[in-house]
């Protein structure tokens, strides 16, 4: 149990859905990141939230959507997908200061499969 | 380009073993260095983080190495058993380019057998 809790875990969906994921963490940080992970790729960072502010929006596609709407939690919205984007979805927190990072807790994640 | 390069890509070693894992970076300058284990399904938990300053650090049976000169890190496994089967990755935080500065390893899968 690393405090940062993921739903679902597994979530199928055709590419015309729309589903979100959910994380939600206990821990009392102020960031929350998104993180995918494909097969023997490392992993990929793709949106940061510092004090519930976007900070860091790494070129990602239109068809995901961040939302944090608090300091404890992050959605990420996803809206007709590519097979491609099939992945483990993870998400992580932690405490900085400054330009420091702190040691990031992750999820389990949320594996997405895209048909 | 800064870029973590680990290997190897995967290993097999039988129980009670030592193994280690080898991590080089190119990062530069550089804040810290960390290894996770990642358990299969799982999401990666942290084992050490080192300044550059810091050699050597341990946790358990874990032993992280760090030559700042060389830009090499290890982590050594002692006496390995069987739920250490995971992957391994090895990530550099640079001190620049924002909240992009944690650079990532695409892990080492290590497998222990009985």
């Known amino acids: 149990e690393t405090g940062v809790t993921q739903t679902p875990r597994h979530l199928v969906m055709g590419m015309t859905n729309k589903k979100s994921l959910k994380c939600e963490q206990h821990?009392?940080?102020?960031?929350m990141y998104w993180y995918k992970q494909s097969a023997k790729k490392p992993l990929e960072l793709m949106f940061v939230y510092s004090l519930e502010e976007r900070v860091e929006n790494n070129s990602v596609p239109s068809r995901f959507s961040p939302e944090c709407p608090n300091s404890s939690h992050l959605f990420l919205h996803l809206h007709t997908l590519q097979p491609e984007d099939s992945a483990l979805y993870l998400c992580?927190?932690?405490?900085?200061?400054?330009?420091?990072?702190?040691?990031?807790?992750f999820g389990e994640g949320s594996r997405l499969t895209v048909l | 380009k800064n870029q973590v390069e680990q290997s190897p890509q995967s290993l097999i070693i039988l129980e009670g073993k030592n193994c280690t894992l080898q991590c080089n970076y190119t990062v530069s300058p550089f804040s810290n260095l960390r290894w996770y284990k990642q358990d299969t399904g799982r999401g990666p938990v942290s084992l050490t983080i080192?300044?550059?300053?810091?050699n050597t650090k341990s946790n358990g049976r874990y032993t992280a190495t760090l030559d700042a000169d060389t830009k090499q890190s290890s982590l050594h496994i002692t006496a390995s058993q069987l739920s250490d089967s995971a992957s391994y990755i090895c990530?550099?935080?640079?001190?620049?380019?924002?909240?992009?500065?944690?650079?990532f390893g695409a892990g080492t899968r290590l497998a222990v057998h009985p």
């Open positions: 990530v550099v935080d640079g001190f620049s380019g924002g909240y992009n500065k944690l650079i």
């Open positions: 080192m300044t550059f300053s810091e």
């Open positions: 821990l009392g940080h102020n960031a």
């Open positions: 992580a927190s932690s405490q900085d200061e400054g330009t420091d990072t702190g040691e990031l807790f």
